[in-house]
């Protein structure tokens, strides 16, 4: 007996230490553990081989077969007394909750898993634990608290060298920095986690990292190591007999050769990846490949262009499409139908697709708002419940109450009405702590030019120190051998040096106090100020940071390379202060950047010059600032004020400002606008009610 219990915990051990970089042999191995342990009714090992046979199932994607098999592991850990074996159970349950899109209690379920685990020595499990609880934020859309938990499985696998956990969160961080378009970012996570898994041989991991990789540079339209990665993703993929990544991988080559105009190699690779997602029952990323297929095909200049054979593919994607009911791809699909319909005269047809695409977008974006206001929900509430374990219980009941009876009740105004107004309050915190941490980025570019300003004043206090020190020297000297006269002259230069100690003292004073005003959050109160006198301080600071952050930035001396006009009948108005200051500074800020960059090209015969105006008008004041740098294409200048869009290269801008800039005013019940004209400048003006 005691031979077959050495025999079982033998393959449980190996399955277990296999189960991620050879899922496949981590399978057969817990497979055996179980049928043998079952034969001679030992918990133990019945127990181990259940938990490593579940998760074997869960990364093939069985979920209702993992999920069995969890629910028969957890009594016999429970019954053993086994708190690392519960805790990696609801850890699995929490998986497959998310898997199955009910993120509620996924985190419910990962959460207790955590407090388990947290009562063992089992760093390996705890850093698994916050992974997954980064994943489920992440699905959320929560990606703050997404990143907490993925910094926090970091820290722990670094810190006793649990590669697991480590290369997983690696990998997904870079995946969220690849989604908020931070490339640079995105990259170095990505090139970390593969590093891991090559490292350890999970050829696997490494086939993925390597893909994402890729479609990180084609992103950035670095197409040759587009390839390369992809290219290497797809060999390692055929070597383990991942159909599925290959499939992706090829997909994504097929992209990278569409973009950079190389269409007949895009076909061969669309047709193969074609071919492998219908073969493995793909039938989301078979619907996917058809549409682009469909796309390349209609292309006028390419040499195999037929229309014909877009119309078929389109119509098979919109199917597929149908069948899986992937509302974002059937939203796309009915407008390439409607885009090549209406090419080819068929207007009935192309205006029948059109209004299927509208409808579907109506639905997508009314869904992807009563998703977020449910996750909002879920977030806020399962958070609470770390806190407050009996609220918790009482909370998760009232929201799952919530969520059936808003399924079942549509028309029940009260309670939408419930919904909205909790969604609400949260979206109304997270714009407000995305406003002030963007005032904060700026605040950390303009603490350059204020240390700057500080150096001088604590300069001439070091100094007048020193010289003091001396001359107390000097007339102590002066009154040991009774010269009181000389002791007196150089006592009036002490009393003088001091006068100066203290009059540079009060100006580096002011100035930190000038420091500590701008790194406040908003009040969002409105007080009186002075509009003129807040433009001014604005532009000078921003200078300033400017001159201490790039030494070789040169916007002509202030006296000269920058102009007012202020019109001094304006007197003070009603404004949130900082939040005024802010729209300016960004102004200023972007004046600055597009004169700089014109004359790093055009040195000479070019003057950099920066304008800012204030004017009064009936029953409004105008504040304009403009600049003689390179000016706004026509091509995107409805797009400057939308988040995310800059035109400065990655790492210099977030792409915030004028976004920001755009909802403060709006929300001064003010307005904002652009004039530019490429080659010959920009200028911004914003215009804001007197009362």
Not at 241 to 267: M, P, T, V
Not at 330 to 347: D, E, M, P, R, V
Not at 504 to 531: C, N, Y
């Amino acid at each position: 007996m005691q031979f077959q219990k050495d025999k079982i915990d033998l393959l449980n051990q190996q399955a277990w230490d296999v189960r991620v970089i050879d899922s496949t042999r981590a399978f057969e191995l817990s497979k055996e553990a179980v049928r043998l342990a079952g034969d001679i009714a030992y918990t133990k090992g019945l127990a181990e081989g259940l938990r490593t046979f579940c998760f074997s199932h869960i990364r093939l994607s069985k979920n209702n077969e993992a999920l069995q098999l969890a629910q028969e592991a957890m009594p016999l850990f429970e019954s053993l007394g086994d708190l690392r074996g519960q805790g990696t159970i609801y850890q699995y349950y929490g998986i497959i909750h998310r898997s199955l899109g009910n993120y509620k209690a996924s985190l419910e379920f990962l959460y207790k898993g955590l407090a388990f685990i947290e009562q063992e020595d089992y760093t390996e499990g705890e850093a698994l634990a916050h992974y997954h609880l980064g994943v489920t934020y992440k699905y959320l859309g929560s990606y703050e608290k997404a990143l907490d938990h993925f910094l926090k499985s970091l820290s722990i696998a670094e810190k006793y060298d649990h590669w697991i956990p480590l290369s997983y969160s690696l990998n997904i961080i870079g995946l969220i920095y690849f989604e908020t378009e931070d490339y640079e970012n995105a990259l170095n996570y990505l090139n970390q986690s593969l590093e891991q898994r090559r490292r350890l041989g999970d050829k696997w991991g490494e086939a993925g990292s390597l893909d994402n990789i890729g479609v990180c540079y084609l992103k950035t339209q670095q197409y040759e190591k587009a390839v390369d990665f992809c290219l290497q993703s797809l060999n390692i993929s055929a070597s383990i007999n991942d159909q599925k990544g290959q499939g992706n991988s090829l997909f994504h080559l097929g992209n990278i050769y569409e973009q950079s105009g190389q269409y007949d190699k895009a076909l061969y690779h669309y047709e193969e990846a074609l071919q492998i997602r219908s073969r493995v029952s793909d039938k989301r990323g078979e619907a996917e490949t058809s549409l682009f297929l469909a796309d390349l095909y209609s292309k006028e200049n390419f040499s195999r262009c037929d229309i014909g054979k877009a119309i078929a593919l389109m119509n098979s994607a919109l199917l597929l499409g149908e069948d899986v009911k992937a509302n974002d791809l059937l939203s796309k699909i009915h407008y390439g139908i409607y885009k090549i319909a209406k090419k080819n005269c068929q207007h009935e047809n192309a205006l029948a697709h059109l209004e299927k695409y509208i409808t579907i977008e109506k639905e997508i974006h009314t869904s992807a708002v009563n998703k977020k206001i449910l996750n909002l929900e879920i977030s806020h509430g399962v958070e609470k419940s770390r806190q407050e374990a009996e609220m918790y219980k009482l909370r998760n009941i009232e929201l799952g109450n919530l969520y059936e009876e808003i399924k079942k009740q549509k028309e029940e105004t009260e309670i939408q009405k419930k919904n909205a107004e909790e969604a609400l309050i949260e979206l109304r915190a997270t714009q407000a702590q995305l406003i002030q941490s963007e005032k904060m980025a700026s605040l950390g570019q303009l603490t350059a030019g204020i240390a700057h300003e500080i150096q001088n004043p604590l300069n001439f206090v070091n100094n007048f120190s020193e010289i003091s020190n001396e001359l107390i020297e000097e007339m102590t000297g002066e009154l040991a051998i009774g010269n009181t006269q000389s002791a007196i002259e150089i006592a009036l230069n002490i009393r003088e040096n001091g006068e100066k100690i203290n009059h540079h003292g009060k100006r580096a004073e002011a100035i930190v106090k000038g420091m500590l005003q701008h790194s406040r959050a908003s009040s969002g109160t409105k007080e009186p100020t002075d509009i003129n006198a807040l433009t001014d301080e604005y532009l000078r600071l921003t200078y300033h940071g400017l001159r201490a952050k790039d030494k070789t930035f040169n916007a002509v001396p202030i006296a000269t390379g920058i102009k007012t006009d202020f019109d001094s009948s304006i007197g003070k108005i009603n404004i949130v202060r900082q939040d005024i200051g802010r729209v300016i500074l960004n102004l200023i800020n972007n004046a600055f950047y597009a004169v700089g960059e014109r004359q790093k090209v055009e040195s000479l015969g070019y003057e950099p010059t920066v304008t800012v105006n204030t004017r009064k008008l009936q029953d409004k004041i105008e504040i304009s600032v403009k600049d003689n740098g390179n000016g706004i294409p026509d091509s995107i200048k409805e797009k400057i004020f939308q988040p995310f869009f800059t035109t400065k290269p990655t790492g210099q801008g977030t792409g915030l400002g004028l976004s920001l800039a755009y909802d403060i005013v709006k929300a001064h019940g003010g307005e904002i606008k652009v004039e530019s004209k490429e080659g010959d400048g920009s200028q911004f003006t914003i215009t804001l009610p007197l009362v």
